[in-house]
Nanobody, 122 residues
Framework: VQLQASGGGLVQAGGPLGLSCAAS????????MGWPRQAPEKERVFVAS????????YYADSVKGRFTISRDGAKNMVYLQMNSLKPEDTAVYYC????????????????WGQGTLVTVSS
């Protein structure tokens, strides 16, 4: 599975931004998908994930109520809508396959997109 994340950019605090992830090859539709992020000089952390059907979603406490993850199986796409952005949301956001048994952890198959940078100015 190849993953291509896009949509990052510079946004003012309080504003919205939407990320997209296009999947190709492999069996994308059989994977939980997620968006971890990595802030400068910090470890990569979980942000959001979604089940195969899209019926279950999971969020880090820091983004709950502000971010929404979704997927379109027909288009092989995963989305992350981010609202009410804060400077602490500044990070490189990655699209990746997630572990279905532990949806906050990346899948051991290790499918990752290249990341897209989100910068939130105060």
């Amino acid at each position: 599975v190849q993953l291509q994340a896009s949509g990052g950019g510079l946004v003012q605090a309080g504003g919205p931004l939407g990320l997209s992830c296009a999947a190709s090859g492999g069996t994308f539709r059989s994977y939980y998908m997620g968006w971890p992020r990595q802030a400068p000089e910090k470890e990569r952390v979980f942000v959001a994930s979604i089940s195969v059907s899209g019926g279950s979603t999971y969020y880090a406490d820091s983004v709950k109520g502000r971010f929404t993850i979704s997927r379109d199986g027909a288009k092989n796409m995963v989305y992350l809508q981010m609202n009410s952005l804060k400077p602490e949301d500044t990070a490189v956001y990655y699209c990746t396959a997630m572990n279905p048994h532990i949806p906050t952890m990346p899948h051991t198959d290790n499918y990752w997109g290249q990341g897209t940078l989100v910068t939130v100015s105060s």
